[in-house]
C-alpha cells in the first residue's frame, strides 16, 4: 500500500504559545516576518484529495487506489477552520483562499463558505474570500457558491485540446466540462474569474495560443505558470520548465502586449494587457525570477499545520492547540510567533543551491497545502 508522504511538523512554536498567560499576549496586530513581509492572505487546503492526476501535483504512479489519504477525524472541522481564519484576519489577513487537493470533493464546503464570508476585518470590511479549483464540478456547485459567499474563482485549465488536457489530468477528464464550470461560474457572478494554466514544455507549450486567442475579449484573465519544482513527486526537471520570459514573446508574436502595474502588493503575477484593449495574460515566474521578497502568504493544511512557503519542508501544528482547549489568545500568540521567525525564500536561493541540495531537500506536496 502507497504511504502517504507525512510532512515534518514544528510543534514547539505552539507548545510554547500554549503556555504563555493570556494577559502577556497581544491577541491581534499586524504582522511583519523577519524580512519586513506582512501577513496578507491565507490559503486554506480543505482536502488532500482530488479527482484528478496530473503530473505536475499528483502524479498517478504515487497516488494510485492504494495511496493512503488523511482519515476524516485528522481533518480540521469547518468550526475549526473559521476560528483559525478569524485569528488570522485579527493579525492582518484580508484574503482568504479554498484550495485542495480539489476543494469542491470536500462535502458541504458551501457550508464553510458561508462560515468565512461572515468574517470582518477588523475594520468592519469584508474579505476577499476565492477558491481555486479543477473546474470538473464547477458547474453545478457555482450558484451554491455564490449563494453562499463565495466572491470568485480561479479555474486550472492546462490545455484547450481534448486529448492534450485528458492526458495532463490523467483521468480522462473531457475539456468542455471545465468549460461549462467555466460557464457556471460566469453566470453566478464569480468574478472576475482567472484561468491558471501550467506549462511544461514538451507536453502542452503549443496550447499557450489557442489559450489566449479563446480567453481574449472576455473578463476571464488567463495566466501562465512556470512547472514548479513542488514537493518530492513529480519528477521535476529545469529542462521543461519553458520561462516566462519565452510565453510572453510567444504570445507578442501575434498579439502586442503592454506591462500592466500590479493589482495588489505581493501580487504573483506580472500582468500583461493587449494592446488593442481585449483584456489581460499574466505570468506567475517563480523558476525564473522569484518573487519570495513580496510574499505575503500564509498555507494552512487541511489537518491544521502552518506553512510559510509553497516549497517548504516543515509546518506548525495549530490543531495541537485548537483540540488542546487553547484560548484564543493563546493561538493567536502561535500565530504572531510563526509568522514573526518566517525567513522562507526558497524561490530566491535555488539558482544559488547546488543540484544535491535541491534534489535532497524534503517539501511538502502541493496536494496537501495547495498552489
Not at 500554549?18 to 490559503?43: F, K, N, S, W, Y
Not at 453566478?188 to 489566449?212: D, F, Q, S, W, Y
Not at 536561493?349 to 496537501?368: H, I, T
Request: aromatic share 6%; proline share 5%.
Amino acid at each position: 500500500m502507497a504511504e502517504r508522504v507525512i510532512p515534518l511538523v514544528d510543534r514547539r512554536t505552539a507548545a510554547r504559545a500554549a503556555h504563555v498567560p493570556e494577559q502577556d499576549i497581544a491577541a491581534t496586530g499586524l504582522l511583519a516576518d523577519r524580512l519586513g513581509r506582512p501577513l496578507h492572505d491565507l490559503r486554506i487546503s480543505v482536502t488532500d484529495r482530488c479527482n484528478f492526476r496530473c503530473s505536475y501535483c499528483m502524479p498517478k504512479e504515487v497516488f494510485d487506489k492504494d495511496y493512503s489519504y488523511l482519515p476524516h477525524s485528522a481533518l480540521l472541522t469547518f468550526e475549526e477552520i473559521t476560528r483559525l481564519a478569524r485569528l488570522f484576519v485579527a493579525h492582518g489577513v484580508q484574503k482568504l483562499r479554498l484550495t485542495g487537493g480539489e476543494p469542491l470533493l470536500r462535502k458541504n464546503v458551501e457550508i464553510l463558505v458561508e462560515q468565512l464570508a461572515a468574517l470582518r476585518t477588523p475594520a468592519g470590511e469584508p474579505l476577499d474570500l476565492t477558491l481555486t479549483t479543477n473546474g470538473s464540478l464547477l458547474a453545478r456547485k457555482a450558484k451554491a457558491l455564490k449563494a453562499a459567499g463565495l466572491k470568485r474563482v480561479t479555474v486550472s485549465l492546462d490545455g484547450l485540446d481534448d486529448a492534450v488536457f485528458r492526458r495532463m489530468n490523467d483521468v480522462d477528464f473531457p475539456v468542455h466540462e471545465v468549460l461549462a464550470g467555466i460557464d457556471a461560474a460566469r453566470e453566478a457572478g464569480l468574478g472576475p474569474i482567472k484561468v491558471n494554466m501550467v506549462v511544461k514544455r514538451g507536453t502542452n507549450e503549443h496550447e499557450i495560443l489557442p489559450m489566449a486567442r479563446h480567453f481574449r475579449g472576455s473578463d476571464i484573465v488567463l495566466r501562465f505558470i512556470e512547472y514548479m519544482d513542488v514537493g518530492a513527486t513529480n519528477g521535476w526537471r529545469m529542462e521543461e520548465v519553458m520561462p516566462s520570459a519565452e510565453v510572453i514573446r510567444l504570445l507578442q508574436s501575434e498579439f502586442p502586449l503592454v506591462p500592466l502595474s500590479p493589482s495588489a502588493p505581493g501580487e504573483t503575477a506580472e500582468r500583461w494587457g493587449y494592446a488593442d484593449g481585449r483584456g489581460e495574460i499574466g505570468v506567475i515566474s517563480s523558476v525564473t525570477q522569484a518573487f519570495c521578497r513580496d510574499c505575503n502568504r500564509a498555507r494552512l493544511s487541511t489537518e491544521g499545520q502552518v506553512y510559510l512557503c509553497l516549497f517548504a519542508s516543515q509546518g506548525h501544528d495549530l490543531r495541537a492547540l485548537l483540540r488542546g482547549g487553547a484560548s484564543d489568545a493563546q493561538i493567536a500568540s502561535a500565530i504572531a510567533h510563526i509568522w514573526h521567525g518566517r525567513e522562507d525564500r526558497y524561490s530566491e536561493l535555488r539558482a544559488s543551491m547546488p543540484p544535491e541540495a535541491q534534489s535532497g531537500r524534503r517539501r511538502v506536496e502541493m496536494s496537501y497545502i495547495g498552489g
